[in-house]
């Protein structure tokens, strides 16, 4: 699902879910040794008190870099960007406390039942003890639109760090014109928008920074040495769960690629054009021709079951998956890039809620996904059957399989519940972990709504 993108306040559940908490977090910018925190869109710290004896150094290097950087982007500077350096520990310090004021326990907690319910991370995962790990683990600076202050770790020579610093001014420009604050409000409930939106953030910087390290090729070079010779470590993205991992590239990496065919088409003066009229799904993204196209995601209306499956059920989150969350569920078991691209190429919307009974633990999912064309629909359906297939490896048909020219139905028993799929024209929904005294025609029919 949609949520894993990096600066969402808070995450949810499912794929989509775990980008919104960990991007807050830190992200991976290049691959394998500049990584720094995605914080740049939710923090809440002040300045520190004591003076960190490179901060000289560092607020030296940001009035140059921030004028090449300037010059590149063709944004000019509107006021003066204040820098200095921190210890790891007060870096540390700072992303636990974001995270803490950012994502409630029962937030990360409910990030946490919708990954392991899709199957996307093992039985034993802790989310917050890992996003915390992760956090500390791959920070080497960030901006903070709050206090308009840049941060340097200050185990890292500065010279070296050249590339991170054109890629964080970048964001202090884009905060002088565009308000990078405004991220910050992102209504709940609309995940996958939110990381097509971070994707043009960090997109943006990413190829700032490009321009900049193809200018200046012995600074790339330089922080590539020195954080190598600092040690510096990815253990813990490596051990993230691969939906996780990838998510938390995403704006990086593909935002990239979507910012290069932006400022191809029509130059820096069309991408910052778009922090008007912002892509709206991980779809425009990833097909930057829907993104010129204007090709809006359809808005999908879930209700709220939890009083049909039975007094002490709760509905503890519903968000929106989108493409890339769906391509990265079907992949985890499909495990066939192709395939899993195609079928979730042709999503037109979607929206799924994660039911939890808290007696006895049972995690339910409810999805209703609509396609934009009728085939499309029936790809996807089918990827699905087969993903579940492999999900679940106890998995025996209810009933035999209802196939029609409009209409398909699917039903398993699993260790986990009855998993449902139904079909019908451009939709599909998806009842996962049903519980076994409950039926799920029942809940099928009050998700579909009055008969057309």
């Known amino acids: 699902m949609s949520k894993f993108y990096p600066f969402r306040r808070r995450a949810s559940a499912g794929v989509a879910l775990v980008t919104a908490c960990v991007l807050c977090a830190a992200t991976l910018i290049m691959p394998p ?3 720094f925190s995605q914080a740049a869109a939710r923090q809440q710290s002040a300045p520190v008190a004591a003076v960190n004896p ?6 030296a290097a940001t009035a140059e870099v921030l004028g090449e950087t300037s010059k590149i982007r063709q944004l000019g500077v509107l006021r003066e960007v204040k820098s200095g350096a921190q210890s790891r520990a007060d870096i540390e310090q700072m992303l636990v406390r974001n995270l803490d004021e950012n994502a409630t326990p029962a937030e990360l907690r409910a990030s946490e039942l919708a990954l392991k319910k899709l199957g996307l991370a093992p039985a034993d995962f802790q989310f917050r003890s890992f996003v915390v790990k992760l956090l500390t683990e791959q920070v080497a600076g960030y901006y903070d639109p709050k206090t308009q202050f840049f941060y340097l770790a200050d ?3 500065v010279e070296a760090q050249k590339p991170v610093i054109a890629h964080e001014l970048t964001h202090a420009l884009q905060d002088q014109h565009f308000d990078l604050r405004r991220f910050e409000k992102w209504p709940q409930g609309d995940a996958d928008a939110e990381l097509a939106a971070h994707a043009l953030v960090e997109g943006d910087a990413m190829l700032t920074m490009t321009f900049y390290v193809l200018r200046n090729p012995a600074a790339a070079l330089g922080m590539l040495q020195a954080m190598g010779a600092a040690g510096s470590a990815t253990e813990q993205l490596d051990r993230a769960p691969r939906a996780l991992r990838e998510t938390l590239l995403f704006p990086y990496q593909h935002g990239l690629t ?5 400022q191809r088409r ?5 991408l910052s054009a778009a922090y008007k009229d912002l892509p709206q799904s991980t779809e425009q993204i990833l097909h930057t021709e829907k993104y010129f196209a204007r090709e809006s995601p359809q808005k999908i209306e879930l209700p709220d079951i939890a009083g049909a499956l039975g007094k002490g059920w709760k509905r503890i989150d519903h968000d929106i998956n989108g493409e890339w969350s769906y391509y990265l569920i079907l992949d985890e078991y499909l495990k066939n890039e192709n395939e899993s691209r195609a079928a979730a190429a042709g999503w037109g919307g979607d929206r799924y809620a994660v039911y939890e009974y808290a ?3 049972e995690v339910m999912l409810t999805q209703s996904t609509v396609w934009d064309t009728e085939e499309d629909a029936r790809e996807f359906f089918n990827a699905y059957a087969k993903r579940t297939g492999l999900r679940y490896k106890d998995a025996s048909f209810l009933a035999p399989t209802a196939e029609s020219a409009g209409e398909s139905r699917r039903a398993w028993r699993t260790s986990e519940g009855v998993v449902n799929l139904e079909r019908r024209g451009t939709r599909v929904i998806i009842l996962e972990g049903v519980p076994a005294n409950v039926r799920a025609d029942k809940l099928l029919k009050q998700i579909w709504g009055p008969a057309r």
């Open 155 to 157: 185990w890292i020579a």
């Open 266 to 270: 029509g130059g820096w003066a069309a």
């Open 54 to 59: 490179k901060s000289a150094a560092v607020a």
């Open 359 to 361: 007696r006895s633990g």
């Open 258 to 262: 979507w910012a290069t065919q932006v």
């Open 33 to 35: 040794a500049a990584v």
